[in-house]
């Protein structure tokens, strides 16, 4: 039997109108649905992002994915819902897969691929991409994300700025994603190179609870879980644009 096709679904930062009208189209004829949630979740954020395009009949599956950096484990997990997902394509059904923002940046579905390939190479795969979390942020401040020639970086916070660093030598706009508990550490990174009066901050973009922080010194002093669905925008000469 002829395996089903995966879609894999982008639906963006959080707005339910920024889904794509390609995606909201699968999703209204898709029957069997897989949508990523973390332990610490209630709910699948992806889900509730997109619940009014899914057919009130389809068959929803949540996958769980630890918040944690072990290899291991994240390993073994996207090993689970790669067969999961596998399971249901051997029947000759499609599937959907939802995933925030777009689903090859910084995307848990770049890894869950890899796996289901491995489990079914034969199967078809229709990649529907999403609008991610900075054109959203950019749109909701303002910030003129790329000008002339001027490069444009996009780079996550991690344990170790020195990538961070590197790219606001660079100049041009810094795109910092999975900002997270790394806020204050970004912080200081963005004064030490005298480029803070560059830069917005926007969190939870469309989202219940958006912040969009122009003046990222106010931030001074907030709790971890002020960088979580952040976003940080800075044009890397120190000017607002």
């Known amino acids: 039997m002829k395996p089903g096709t995966l879609y894999g679904i982008g639906v963006g930062p959080g707005d339910p109108e920024l889904i794509t009208?390609?995606?909201a189209a699968i999703l209204a004829r898709c029957r069997r649905?897989?949508?990523p949630r973390a332990r610490s979740a209630a709910e699948s954020l992806a889900l509730a992002i997109a619940?009014?395009?899914v057919d009130g009949a389809a068959e929803i599956?949540?996958?769980?994915?630890?918040m944690t950096a072990d290899k291991e484990e994240l390993s073994l997990r996207w090993g689970e819902a790669a067969e999961a997902l596998a399971a249901a394509l051997r029947t000759g059904e499609d599937a959907c897969f939802?995933?925030?923002g777009d689903p090859l940046l910084y995307s848990t579905y770049i890894?869950?691929?890899?796996e289901l390939r491995a489990r079914v190479p034969d199967a078809t795969v229709v990649t529907v991409p999403g609008v991610t979390s900075f054109s959203a942020a950019a749109a909701l401040s303002g910030f003129a994300v790329g000008e002339g020639m001027a490069p444009v970086t996009v780079v996550p916070a991690a344990d170790d700025m020195d990538g961070i660093r590197r790219a606001l030598a660079n100049g041009g706009t810094v795109v910092i994603m999975k900002v997270g508990a790394r806020l204050p550490e970004v912080l200081d990174l963005l004064e030490e190179a005298g480029v803070a009066e560059g830069a917005v901050f926007v969190s939870r973009a469309g989202l219940e609870g958006q912040r969009v922080v122009t003046d990222v010194r106010s931030l001074r002093g907030e709790g971890e879980e002020a960088g979580y669905l952040s976003v940080i925008l800075v044009h890397a000469e120190g000017g607002r644009r």
Do not use: A, M, S
């Open 111 to 114: 890894y869950l691929l890899r």
């Open 98 to 100: 939802l995933t925030l």
């Open 51 to 53: 619940e009014r395009y």
């Open 21 to 23: 009208v390609k995606g």
């Open 33 to 35: 649905i897989f949508v």
């Open 61 to 66: 599956t949540e996958l769980l994915f630890p």
